[in-house]
């Protein structure tokens, strides 16, 4: 069986959260804004390939396992399994204090 290969689609508010927090990086060092820019979009670039290679989203309410979460540079990234597409849900800092949603 070929598995389905899904593209990628970022929500506005993950984007907007995104490049609120690239920019706030940049202001100290713009190289390594380059750096976690480059590599959350290269680890996103990969979740098609194998979706549900990261554990399920446990601050999802009622998760059935197909939001999952992975940990980058401190960053955490949310995302939902559709049938044709991955969807960047949501991003936020692990230093700020946990929502479900």
Do not use: C
């Amino acid at each position: 069986m070929v598995s389905k290969k899904r593209k990628v689609v970022w929500d506005n508010a993950a984007k907007v959260y995104l490049k609120q927090s690239l920019q706030y990086i940049k202001n100290d060092s713009p190289q390594n804004a380059d750096t976690v820019k480059n590599d959350i979009k290269a680890l996103v670039k990969e979740i098609p390939a194998h979706p549900n290679r990261y554990p399920p989203d446990k601050f999802r309410i009622n998760n059935n396992g197909s939001y999952r979460a992975l940990t980058v540079y401190n960053f955490r990234i949310s995302y939902f399994i559709g049938d044709y597409e991955i969807r960047i849900v949501r991003i936020r800092h692990n230093k700020q204090s946990p929502l479900e949603y």
